[in-house]
């Protein structure tokens, strides 16, 4: 397997990163991965960072995220790698918006997380 270095030089890092991702889990789904759960160590509205290391750069693969205000899936590529960790660029995202990705990096509630505290607020439960 190839190690290191990007697929594409002008792959895009000036999208707001969340690193608090412990929340989050990611999960590969495509033949010859591992479906276990990875650990999500950086998320951006242009890819994700997870834990491993059995993809080729340039590879592209079926994922899944999954986390208490996030569930999405898509279709990304491996646009670099290092030891232990795989850089996604995502190509296509299902089921999320680009807003809604980008609340969850920058940690703004979603209006339904706002509705669900109002709720715990109006019944003394906070």
Do not use: N
């Amino acid at each position: 397997m190839a190690t290191g270095t990007s697929s594409r030089e002008s792959f895009d890092r000036s999208h707001p990163r969340a690193t608090g991702t412990d929340h989050l889990s990611a999960r590969l789904l495509s033949p010859g991965c591992d479906f276990a759960a990875r650990r999500v160590l950086e998320l951006s509205a242009a890819g994700i960072l997870i834990t491993g290391d059995d993809l080729d750069v340039a590879a592209v693969t079926r994922f899944e995220i999954l986390g208490p205000r996030l569930r999405s899936a898509g279709i990304a590529e491996v646009a670099h790698r290092s030891e232990g960790t795989i850089g996604l660029k995502f190509l296509k995202l299902d089921a999320v918006t680009e807003e809604d990705l980008h609340d969850v990096v920058v940690g703004r509630p979603t209006p339904s997380r706002e509705a669900a505290v109002a709720r715990q607020a109006a019944s003394g439960s906070l």
